[in-house]
Each structure stands twice: as structure tokens, then as C-alpha cells.
């Protein structure tokens, strides 16, 4: 009957056509042809849109300004505006892990739409979808998770020779590790060995501390001889900075409060250098001098030229594009694990409408979901005590809302042993509304942390962890970043780890950043005692003129603040890193509470928990899911 009625409707039509009734025919209009532009809130910034209309079509549809994440927020502007254009819609599903950018391209493009007299309602009308079916599928590794790790673990298992499907819970690859600040660790001969114009005893003090204190194990006692034999053999050179595996793995380890596992602390600290190698030769580019990262404890930090992690995911991805024993499956969440008896086989997962998804591996399952610091249950049920006496929903967290622990779950089900869930770290230097980091334009110079009564208080090159505690401390919670032009002498060529110009900051307000060509006039801007804030300068330029011990501790200083502009911008601490995670042995094999090993289960990155101890350096987390992810890509094709 039904074919009938459609046979009978296409008669009428094209009898239509034949007796001139030409009124049937004609083409309805839907828009008011035009160029139309808006903009709305994004994510991270305002966001706009251009939209072009013919009488009939959405014909084009561009972002020609935004501030979202590289990355992520770009991906989803691509995906966004190409669906909206090809199926003629706004009702286009906004793309897994960028809900918020995948939104205000929707909203943007309606006001547009709106000018132009269109019907949204119809726009809106559900899309037909062909129905999705169960898959299931089968290959010598499967990675669960797109981030730094997963894809590290993807390429080493390629280069192995083996076939790799990847899944992905959100719609574009890189994980927390895209939002990243970019900063790798690692000793580096051809670039610290004379970086300085002569040595500093300041740095030279954490050396000797460390090398002569009461050693707790044999093994912390055999690392603390070799960074000693390695330090004297420096005092009878002429170099300027002294710097060594060894001497990162202590000062890791230590940075840590001796709670990780040392075994795997060497290897991270000897295999650094490689893996900064093996990512220069896909085409990462760093840039040509090292220097103190935030919360690194040491001047050893490489800075990445693209924005946050964007370099790290294209250099990875471009050795697995268009390889026919790779595949990616984004928006796809992994449920449970395959075992069968003692081994795991693979894994259980969720497409993105709902079917099921059952990936078997002949080798290994690599599990690389991150931690939980986007999980505030989680956080508060092991993170909350006397560090970190309030970890709920109010305190933002720099990383993806993706990062919510699942894979922890997974794995603990199949019996991998659940360690340090306790060690929780706060990145002190984060945008007080987003929990962002992308906004952080770090400089050469000197930075120091003020709080609203103008005044310094706590180290600034020290461990995270102490600096957000204090900074919990001061008035309301919150303090100023302050730099100067000694550091940042064009701010047109000052970018943020997310790429933005200093400039763009300053003209739009964006993050509460303010400048001033005087400390005065810059107090005023911040709202706290000008006498303070100069007087706080001025003491602070005295012990980098006259190399006196810092009363809170600096050991590297960057420099002087005393040439202006000086510029400044409000900051608070926010849920960075969880240090905790499944307990993993040297081969990135995870490994039960009896300390047997579960066969055919690897973890990586930050998913692991014996690695980093009580507190992360700022710049390892990369160093972990490069020299890690290769570690575990490797031994899964085993």
C-alpha cells in the first residue's frame, strides 16, 4: 500500500510538471540570502561564527575567531560546522569530550540563521539515522584510551610489527595529554652544560643536601653514591650546571617523599633523553634552550613550539595514519575486560549509540585512561585528610571531563592492585573560574606569586604541592602570577601555552590579566597596597642581585622584575594529577596485590600509581607517557 501511495504521489508530480503548474515546483525559500555573523560564549572565550546562505542552503559555515583548546575545542569546530553544512541541520550531535565548544557552535550558528528569518524549528527536526550494529573485532594489541599514553603504546606496537585498535571514549585523540602544558623533563648535555654564565650555589645546595643525607635503602644509597661520584667528576670541570639521569631519578624520587618505586623511577629518568629523541624523530619540535619548569625543582625542562600537547598527539598520529594495521575507534568507551581464567583477552566496550562493541587481542590489552581528577567522588572518598582537607565539586580541575577513572575500575576488577590513591595533586597556577591552564604566558624571567595584600610567601620554583597549599592559605584563596618585560620584552611575541597572544589577553581582559608600565599603577589594576607590592619587588630584586639565600627558598630566580611593563593575572589551585593508580611492574605489566602478574593486562601514563610518588614534577607526566606508552606498546606484542 505503502508503494502504491508513493507511485500515485510521483505520477501527480510529474503531471504537475507537463500541465504547467509551475507554482508546485518552484524552489521555497528558506533564508534570507547573506553573509551573518555572531558570537557567543564558548568554552574557553568568546567564540564567532560566519554563516553563508543562499535562498535555499546553509552553504558555508566558518569559526573565524575563538580561544578554544587546540586540539579539541578545534576538532569540534571541524566536525561541528561540516555536519551542520552536510546533512542541513542543527540537530547534530555535539562531539564527545568538547560538549561546551560543540554548544556554542549550535547557538552561534541559530542566531545567524535567526537574522536570516529561518525556521529553526525545522532546522531542529530530528536526523534520520542508519542503525548502528554490534561490532566485533579482533587484533594483536587493544589500547584503551587516545591520550599521550595510548598513542605512544600504539606506535611502539606498530613499529613492532603488530596490529593495533584503538578506542576512544571521546571524539578526537589526545586525551588529557593535548591540554597539557607541554613541558618534557630531561637532561640534556648539549643544552645545560654551560646554560649558565657561572654556577649557582643555590642549585648546588639541593645537590649536596641530597647527596649527604641518611639514606633509607640500599638501593636509595646506591643511587646517592653514583650522583656523588658524578657530581665531583662536575666540580673538576669547567661547566656551569650539573645535571644527570641519576641525578633526576633521586631528585624525582625524592620530589616524591620516597614513595614511589625507585626501580621504575631510574627507568624513567634514563630513558627521558630517548624518548625526547624518539619524538623529535616524528617531527616534535622543542625549543632551543631548557629552563625551570613550574614544580620541576630544576633547570632541565624543554619547552614544546605548538601549543600545550598538540605537538606531542600530531607527532604520534602521523606514524599511525593510513596504516592498515592501525585502527581508531572514537567515541567508544571501554565497559569491562575479556578474561579468560587468569588473562585478559580483551575488552568489552560502548559505541556511541549505545551497541556493543567486543574487541579481542591476541597479545595484550593497554589500558591508558588517565587518572580521576575530574571524578569527585573518587577524589574525595581517597584524596581528603589532612593535605587536602576539601577536594569537592567546587574546586575546578585542569583536566578533560573524560578523565573520570573508569579504567582504574577496569582494571581493579580484574584484579589489579589499586596503590597511593591517596596522593592527589593541586597545580597552583590555574585560570580561578575554568580550572584552565592554556592561559599561562611563563616568559623567560622571574615570576612570583602575590597575594592580595601584595606580598610574596611562598617559593615559586618549588613543589607544587606546597605552593598550592599556600595559596589555599591567602585571602580568599587566590593570588596574582607577576611578571615583567625583563622576561617577556614583546608581548606581540608572548604567547600562552595555548598559543594566544600576550596581547590578546591584555586587549580583552581575558583571565583577568592586567599591565602597567609602573609597579603603581599595576597595584591599583590588581587592587592590592601599592607600598607593599614595590617593597616586595625591590627585596625580591635584591636577593637575585646579591645571591642571598631567599627567605622562602627560591633556588632559581629567573632574573630581576624591574623593567616595566609588568603584568599580572589572578590564579588558584585546581585538581591537576592523581598519582595513584594500578600498580605496574618494570614492564608496564599490571600487577595483582600478591604481586603476581596478570597476563596480558599493561597500563601506562597516568593511570599507574607507583611512579610518582606523593607528588609529581612538573614535567614529568609527558616523560611517563612517552618512555611508559612505548614501554607497554612494546611489551604487549610480546
Known sequence: MKKALILSLSLLLILAVFTGCQEEVEEVKLFNEGTYNATTPGYLGPLTVEVTLSQTEIVDVTVTEHMETPGVGTVAMETMTKQIVDHQSLAIDTMAGATMTSLAILRTVEQCIEEAEGDIAALKEPIEKDPVGDIEKTADVVIIGAGGAGLSAAVAAINEGASVILIETTGFVGGNSIVSGGIYNTPNPELQDYLYDERSSTLESLIVDAINETPVSAEHEELMELVKQEYEEYLESDKTLFDSSNWFALQTWNGGDKVADLGLVKILAHNAYDGLKWMESMGMV???????????????????????????????????????????????????????????????AEGREGNKVTLYANNGVIITTGGFAGNVELRQTHGEGEKWPDLGPHIPTSNMDSVTGHGLVMASESGGELVNMEHIQLLPYCNPNTGATYDIVAGRGAMVFINKEGERFVREDGRRDEMSRAIIEQTDGIIFMLQSADGIPNPEEARALGGQ????????????????????????????????????????????ESG???????????????????????????????????????????????????????????????????????????????????????????
Open 548 to 638: 642571598d639565600t631567599d627567605p622562602f627558598g627560591v633556588v632559581s630566580y629567573g632574573g630581576k622584575l624591574e623593567t616595566g611593563p609588568f603584568y599580572a593575572y589572578p590564579r588558584r589551585p585546581a585538581v591537576h594529577h592523581t598519582m595513584g593508580g594500578i600498580r605496574i611492574d618494570e614492564q608496564a605489566r599490571v600487577v595483582r596485590e600478591d604481586g603476581t602478574i596478570i597476563e596480558g593486562l599493561f597500563a601506562a601514563g597516568e593511570i599507574s600509581g607507583n611512579l610518582h610518588g606523593a607528588n609529581r614534577l612538573g614535567g614529568n607526566a609527558i616523560v611517563d607517557f612517552v618512555v611508559f606508552g612505548r614501554i607497554a606498546g612494546e611489551a604487549a606484542t610480546k
Open 501 to 544: 597572544k600576550l596581547t590578546y589577553y591584555l586587549e580583552t581582559g581575558h583571565a583577568g590579566y592586567v599591565a602597567a608600565d609602573t609597579l603603581e599603577e599595576l597595584a591599583e589594576k590588581m587592587g592590592v597596597p601599592a607600598d607593599n607590592l614595590i617593597q616586595t619587588v625591590e627585596n625580591f630584586n635584591s636577593y637575585v
Open 286 to 348: 622543542f625549543g632551543d634552550q631548557v629552563s625551570h619548569g613550574g614544580g620541576a625543582l630544576y633547570p632541565r625542562t624543554h619547552w614544546a613550539e605548538l601549543p600545550n600537547g598538540t605537538g606531542y598527539i600530531q607527532a604520534l598520529i602521523s606514524q599511525l595514519e593510513d596504516n592498515p594495521n592501525f585502527t581508531l575507534m572514537l567515541e567508544t568507551t571501554g565497559v569491562d575486560l575479556i578474561n579468560e581464567g587468569n588473562k585478559v583477552v580483551g575488552v568489552n
